[in-house]
């Protein structure tokens, strides 16, 4: 596969993309020295929840843990694969009655402040988990701290882009990807009506609502102002172009129920030419129908901008440490040789999932995966979120719009309203 650009310049690139995307730039700050244990007497056993996707992701994690335990025998690693849709409620669960919580969790980087203000994570600075925090990205960085202290050490990092099946594009006229969010409904238009195929399919969900909010200048939140914008006019005119795409035919008929599952496949059976997902789907669409024999076909772009801009969420996740664990000295070492650079590297080829040290890509085998310099644009476009306790909890109000939203059971400026209103039983506080 033809690669345009070199993945060290991709490094430098998303370096300097995501520290730019806002928030305090947390990667200089020198941690406490790690208090001095010897790593090859730490013995014990440690549990981890994996969140990652068991078929497609899984596997690469499971490799890891048997080099870690090639490295240390004397510590035992209980692998357990948790659906990410229900490791938050499972964790807070566990955490809560101080029974079956794992002693490292692979955590959303929106749940950790959340987690930390709860007091179910244990402060990782002065210990063996903090390993060079110069080499990572300062947004991932900065997900991990809450309070001035590090609660996560970051796994991978992550965006939303407009994936798109070139030869579909071809076809209704097109040699590349809409730039603009007026191109894309035409551009979806076309495609539906030369080629056969449905132009884009919608996920129903809050977090993908974000490209078209951001795309007009909107958010959920301003957190320097205590200010609740998910109503304010930016916002509602981002969730504007979500209804017209809906109204106009331009998208599939969203599915309310399994919205993620029906558009991945859909794409990557040829059924619709675009959708907007991450490079964790990478390995899954490129064993799809369409790109498992013609991987070129398999396009990556920033998602198109709004009146304002081209921005989507900087998501991903960390490696957090259960505040009860009765294994600390074995979880941060796990921890350690987890987010190191040779794993992320390794993680990177495999699973072409972006690396959130920089040193690990330019290593040999990040570099052997295209994909990884494919979403150097995207990150480009990356917005930083607000990394405060209630993030994680402002999604479920906003998903329940957003589907009556999509099943023609409101409209965008009640819908937006009703969600702010329950914003203010959350956000304790704050204006609106």
């Not at 987690?115 to 947004?139: I, Q, R, W």
Request: proline residues 6%; hydrophobic residues 40%; glycine residues 10%.
């Amino acid at each position: 596969m033809r690669r345009g650009i070199s993945v060290a310049a991709t490094a430098a690139a998303l370096a300097l993309a995501v520290s730019a995307c806002g928030g305090e730039d947390t990667t200089n700050q020198s941690a406490a020295p790690a208090k001095s244990v010897d790593a090859a007497a730490v013995s014990g056993e440690v549990t981890w929840w994996d969140t990652s996707d068991a078929t497609n992701e899984g596997p690469v994690f499971q490799e890891l843990i048997k080099d870690f335990q090639a490295k240390y025998p004397k510590i035992k690693v209980n692998y357990v694969n948790v659906p990410f849709a229900d490791a938050r409620d499972k964790f807070k669960t566990a955490a809560q009655s101080g029974s079956g919580a794992p002693d490292v969790l692979r955590t959303d980087v929106g749940w950790v402040a959340e987690f930390a203000s709860l007091g179910y994570l244990a402060p990782l600075d002065g210990t063996a988990a903090v390993d060079k925090p110069e080499e990572f990205l300062a947004s991932p960085a900065a997900s991990g701290k809450y309070n001035g202290k590090t609660y996560g050490i970051p796994q991978v990092t992550d965006t939303l882009g407009l994936l798109y099946n070139k030869e579909l594009l071809k076809k209704a006229g097109y040699d590349a990807p809409p730039a603009t969010m007026a191109d894309l409904k035409k551009v979806a238009l076309d495609v539906k009506s030369k080629t056969g195929a449905d132009g884009i399919a919608l996920n129903v969900d809050a977090y993908f609502l974000l490209p078209f909010i951001y795309g007009e200048g909107g958010d959920f939140v301003d957190v320097a102002g205590k200010k609740i914008t998910i109503s304010s006019p930016q916002t509602v005119a981002g969730v504007k172009i979500v209804e017209d795409l809906i109204k106009s035919g331009a998208t599939v008929k969203p599915a309310v129920q399994d919205s993620y599952t029906n558009a991945e496949t859909a794409f990557k059976e040829g059924k619709v030419a675009m959708i907007f997902n991450g490079p964790w789907s990478n390995t899954d669409n490129l064993g799809g129908k369409v790109f498992k024999d013609n991987p070129d076909n398999f396009g990556v772009a920033p998602v198109p901008a709004g009146s304002v801009k081209s921005g989507a969420p900087v998501g991903g996740h960390d490696y957090t440490v259960y505040a009860g664990s009765k294994n600390l000295d074995a979880s941060y070492l796990f921890t350690r040789f987890m987010a190191s650079t040779e794993s992320q590297a390794k993680i990177a080829g495999k699973l072409g999932l972006l690396p959130t040290r920089t040193p690990a890509y330019s290593a040999a085998e990040a570099t052997a995966n295209p994909k990884i310099a494919q979403w150097q644009k995207p990150m480009e476009a990356a917005v930083e979120r607000p990394w405060i306790p209630e993030a994680a909890s402002l999604y479920e109000p906003l998903v329940q719009g957003y589907q009556k939203l999509a099943t023609g059971g409101t409209a965008t400026e009640p819908m937006l309203q009703d969600v702010a209103k329950t914003y203010q039983g959350i956000l304790k506080g704050w204006s609106l």
